[in-house]
């Protein structure tokens, strides 16, 4: 059976006794009257495919796995090992806890033990990941693997033996670009004997950072090429749409894809679930406002710790993730203060070895609630849990499974539960199972292509050797063609690069560009936060979001202690802030404007009036003003704003309604401004439903007559400078997008509109003025003419 949750079968319920007890257990906790359930699924157990160890595998490695635990292969590991010891290319994109890892440990250690000169490159998302492999590598004890870190954590003297002894290095891609690349004459050695890359965890690429690291990959493989080598790439992944597909744009070489899952799995409920609306209070012009997932999850928590149940609530921020434990041991110090001390947070910015405590407490039972934010997510092994709470739909249905899957592990019989936030893309989830849980995961939105990606990095490629003209020839070489080509010629126009005979060259050898390249931002700089009173700093914003995280005011989290924003200076790239804990949130409001730059032309008249284009565009935004909130969602007061106005050239997606359509479907005119505009906030929170992406990644315009158009026209576009993918993603899926954000608006229970359907958390007017009801009526004069 395959591991991908919409291939699951429809089984009779009670297909886990432990997770409907858990789920009875949850609900005996809900008020009278209220229903928060809104669907149950029964996930039926799976058994262990076991095959035998392939025969070409080293006795050494063989032994070791085997004192590790591993005793055989499932199916999935010896296929995708198969593979990449023949020499393809792979990608082994099956479910949490089904030992990815074998997939490329396997070959990698029999390679290096085989050929005493062999080398091996393990790249991660994050370093918790690679110092967790690094790990388990190491304590095989092979004599001659040699593995050690290559991090920002890694100390000089560390860094220097790596770089000359060691055969697997286990690093980012950070380091990759900051470091090894520029610096590849001292590697030589290295990547002159390279055989294996291996791309952990390669769901997490995606967006402009996956771009980046696209390019950067390219860049590994044309210096492999000039040093002699061409490794073997081995990929791992959570189950995604087309791995193959999403692992070839990635990496640049054509990749075979193993997806049918091997390993044993418990069988698991999965309930979804929305908090209610609370009478007693109200958000902004007055709607209603539910009951926090936050909140939820912390209730939950207690109840599941009581049952003596060891879970695991994923929370969307570190602040969150403190509030929920917190919730949670104060519930249980009112029922036995011993299990108050059984409930803790996990979170980003802990000390290592404080998430390794928690990790071992967790494993053993001696925490029996744990909170987290997605650093559990990836990677790191935690087994044996019997129910897992996600506290808001944490973006792409690859990220709700490998959170659920850490449920049921060991195949043990479990309880997952979605907790819907005040969101429109929760809400739709919830009313919509099959949106859920009977489609498959979404595949990962990259652009290689995107020239404000292409630029610095074909300077950083130039920097470490020559383009040459083959490098950009046709479409399938390595950086692609007219679009690379016409962004080097713009380098060489700027005085960045120089075009001679051989191809395009970096003119001041001295320096290196990858400095200044800041692969996981938008390019737009970044803003230092600095605590005012002891001059320390505290991290960096990227300079595009900086005005909506650290305008004065704003609530700033750093390692769960919260600071406010003092003063930013944008010109200086700096923010001061003090240490503050306000009982309040704060969330930035905009004002966009948008102007197309460049569209295809229509080729035929519009379709029954209505037209769906993609193009360039040029946004020009400005944070007016911002929200304080309470943890309840009550709005405490806006705040105004006098910041300058930012301009983004990227990519949108925009659609234009003949005016008499509206007339004759009843809409008056002066509805028409709030329907367009309830229907635009709906669309950007339903499209990381079909795009990888977080509704903070995108934004959008509406109007009843916009000047380039001459039409009433809805926008929404990418967040990033040139694009990363997600308007080109929403414009090819723009009917079933559009139909679940017209099914989201009409199947709201609000009687006018409010967070869950139509409002939205940076609108720049106020959400006003917003029309519920017309825009259930737009959007099907669109779906019809589509």
Request: hydrophobic share 45%; charged share 20%; net charge negative.
């Amino acid at each position: 059976m395959s591991a991908c949750p919409g291939s699951w079968p429809a089984v009779p319920p009670r297909a886990s006794r432990r997770g409907d007890s858990l789920l009875d257990r949850v609900l005996a906790g809900v008020a009278p009257g209220e229903s928060p359930l809104t669907h149950v699924a029964a996930l039926p157990a799976q058994e262990a495919r076991e095959v035998d160890w392939p025969g070409w595998a080293h006795p050494s490695a063989v032994s070791a796995l085997g004192r590790a635990g591993l005793r055989r292969p499932w199916s999935h590991q010896a296929e995708a090992a198969e593979l990449a010891h023949g020499g393809r290319h792979v990608v082994l994109a099956t479910g949490t806890a089904s030992g990815k890892s074998l997939g490329y440990q396997l070959p990698v250690l029999t390679a290096l033990l085989e050929d005493p000169k062999a080398t091996a490159l393990y790249l991660a998302p994050t370093k918790a990941l690679g110092a967790d492999q690094l790990r388990f590598v190491t304590g095989l004890g092979l004599d001659g693997v040699r593995a050690a870190p290559f991090d920002g954590d890694t100390g000089l003297a560390e860094r220097d033996w790596a770089r000359t002894h060691a055969r697997w290095v286990f690093s980012n891609p950070d380091m990759l670009h900051r470091t090894l690349l520029p610096r590849h004459a001292r590697w030589g050695h290295f990547l002159r004997r390279l055989r294996y890359v291996v791309l952990d965890e390669c769901h997490a690429y995606r967006g402009v950072f996956g771009s980046h690291v696209a390019l950067l990959l390219r860049r590994l493989r044309r210096l492999c090429a000039r040093y002699g080598s061409a490794p073997t790439f081995v990929l791992a992944s959570a189950t995604v749409s087309r791995p193959e597909e999403s692992a070839s744009r990635l990496t640049g070489v054509d990749v075979t894809a193993v997806t049918e899952d091997g390993s044993p799995r418990g069988a698991r409920t999965v309930a979804l679930w929305e908090p209610p609306l609370l009478d007693e209070l109200r958000g902004e012009n007055g709607a209603p406002v539910r009951r926090s997932a936050g909140a939820e999850a912390g209730r939950m928590l207690a109840d599941l710790v009581v049952e003596g149940a060891r879970t695991l609530a994923f929370v969307r921020s570190r602040r969150g993730a403190e509030l929920t434990a917190q919730r949670a041991a104060r519930a249980l110090a009112e029922i036995d203060p011993s299990l108050a001390e059984r409930v803790s947070a996990y979170r980003a910015g802990f000390l290592p070895e404080e998430r390794r405590a928690l990790e071992a407490a967790l494993d053993s039972g001696e925490l029996l609630g744990v909170a987290s934010t997605n650093a559990l997510e990836l990677g790191i092994d935690v087994i044996g849990l019997d129910a897992v709470l996600v506290a808001g739909f944490p973006g792409t249905r690859a990220s709700f499974w490998q959170q659920g899957g850490r449920a049921g592990r060991a195949g043990r019989e479990a309880l997952v539960v979605l907790v819907a936030r005040d969101d429109p893309l929760d809400t739709y989830l919830v009313h919509h199972p099959d949106a859920l849980l009977g489609r498959p995961v979404e595949g990962c939105v990259l652009d290689p292509t995107n020239p404000y990606v292409l630029a610095p990095q074909l300077a950083c490629a130039a920097a470490e050797s020559p383009v040459t003209e083959a490098e950009v020839a046709s479409e399938s070489a390595l950086f692609g063609g007219e679009r690379a080509r016409a962004v080097l010629d713009s380098l060489v126009a700027d005085g960045v690069l120089r075009r001679r005979p051989a191809g395009w060259f970096w003119p001041r050898p001295s320096e290196r560009p990858a400095a200044e390249v800041d692969i996981r931002g938008s390019g737009a700089g970044q803003v230092v936060v600095v605590e005012a009173d002891t001059g320390r700093m505290l991290g960096t914003v990227d300079g595009g979001t900086a005005p909506a995280t650290l305008h004065p005011g704003a609530v700033y989290l750093h390692r769960g202690v919260s600071f406010v924003v003092d003063e930013l200076n944008l010109t200086d790239g700096l923010a001061l802030v003090h240490a503050e804990e306000p009982d309040w949130t704060t969330s930035a409001r905009s004002v966009v404007d948008v102007a197309v730059v460049d569209a295809p032309p229509v080729e035929a008249p519009p379709a029954g009036g209505v037209t769906v284009r993609l193009g360039d565009v040029t946004v020009t935004s400005q944070v007016v003003s911002y929200l304080r909130r309470r943890p309840s969602g009550e709005v405490i007061e806006t705040v105004p704003l006098d910041l300058p106005a930012q301009t983004l050239h990227t990519r949108a997606v925009w659609y234009t309604i003949e005016e008499s359509l509206l007339a004759d479907a009843g809409l008056e005119p002066a509805r028409v401004p709030g329907a367009l505009h309830a229907a635009e906030h709906a669309a950007i929170g339903l499209l990381p439903l079909f795009a990888v992406c977080d509704r903070w990644d995108i934004g959008g315009m509406s109007t009843a007559l916009h000047p380039d158009t001459g039409m009433p026209t809805v926008f929404v576009h990418d967040g990033h400078p040139g694009g990363a993918g997600f308007a080109e993603r929403g414009y090819h899926d723009v009917v079933p997008w559009l139909t679940a954000t017209r099914d989201a608006i009409a199947g709201c229970e609000c009687p006018a509109g409010c967070p869950s359907c139509v409002q939205s958390p940076k609108c720049g007017n106020g959400n006003t003025p917003l029309d519920k009801a017309g825009a259930v009526i737009v959007l099907d004069i669109v779906l019809a003419a589509l």
